[in-house]
């Protein structure tokens, strides 16, 4: 693991190519070279889709190594969108139509799904059994997509507005890969020592109407990653995502959910750029 240096964070790059769609996302910047991006992880974090004004340092390179490690754990299930790697925090990436949902699969009750269940027992159309409690594992992977929004909010969609957005035939296949690629990792952090509670996939088309598996891929980010030995349901877990930003968020900064985000203490920055580094090494077994 690295020290941690609280100013060697890389919030935002300026190369010599143009911005894909002439934008930044929330976390990376991607760069148009033609008929492929150069896309590149910088150490912005996000909470509640609400981009925070400080960075978490070696955060980009967790996420970009750590998403290479899986696109090629996972390229015998699904194709995706990877050309080659550049650096530690950098892939060139084949250039997509996106596919304007995220696809999430939920293994364990936790966060929106329980507020979901908590409501009426159901989550995304998913009627779940009585009786279950928070951090609970479900006794079956559920798919629960949501909208994908460059601003705001992702939302909730049932199966029937994702059939109207990308038709039926393609709904299935989406809902199959994604509980497949889910039920694939969550074995293998599983052995790791690491419980995958849920995690977000994302899809795009090539031109030929290929589908394959695009932006970024089970990292801390897009998962809820717990520690197997410190697991017990019923209350809030330990974790090596962002969860800890959250919570500061919520319980001690009291914020609304609402930009502009609070300031992060240099505390939790630096117990969040620790997580990040230990999940990578955990998983992968690579020193970071």
Not at 69 to 97: A, G, L, Y
Not at 168 to 195: M, N, P
Not at 220 to 248: A, G, I, L, N, T
Request: glycine residues 6%.
């Amino acid at each position: 693991m690295r020290a941690i240096d609280l100013k060697n964070v890389v919030i935002e790059t300026n190369l010599q190519y143009p911005l894909y769609n002439n934008k930044r996302g929330k976390v990376r910047d991607n760069y148009d070279l033609g008929d492929r991006l150069l896309m590149v992880s910088t150490d912005r974090i996000s909470a509640f889709d609400v981009a925070l004004p400080n960075g978490i340092p070696y955060k980009g390179e967790v996420l970009n190594l750590l998403s290479l490690w899986w696109f090629n754990q996972t390229s015998h299930i699904i194709p995706n969108h990877v050309i080659e790697p550049v650096d530690r925090r950098s892939m060139m990436v084949k250039k997509v139509e996106k596919l304007p949902i995220e696809a999430v699969v939920r293994g364990y009750l936790y966060g929106s799904s329980l507020d979901a269940y908590l409501k009426d027992g159901i989550c995304c159309g998913v009627s779940l059994p009585p009786g279950l409690q928070k951090a609970d594992r479900l006794p079956y992977p559920i798919f629960t997509p949501t909208t994908k929004a460059d601003i705001g909010h992702d939302e909730p969609m049932t199966m029937e507005q994702l059939s109207g957005m990308i038709g039926e035939e393609r709904v299935k296949y989406v809902e199959d890969v994604s509980i497949k690629l889910y039920q694939f990792a969550r074995e293998i952090t599983e052995h790791a020592g690491i419980i995958t509670a849920d995690t977000k996939f994302e899809f795009g088309l090539l031109p030929d109407g290929t589908l394959i598996l695009i932006d970024e891929l089970l990292t801390p980010d897009s998962s809820r990653f717990w520690p197997k030995e410190k697991y017990s349901p019923c209350k809030d877990q330990e974790s090596y995502d962002k969860q800890p930003v959250r919570d500061w968020l919520i319980k001690v900064a009291k914020w609304n959910k609402q930009p502009p985000a609070p300031m992060l203490p240099p505390e939790v920055v630096t117990d969040t750029s620790r997580r990040y580094q230990e999940g990578y090494e955990k998983l992968t077994g690579l020193e970071f």
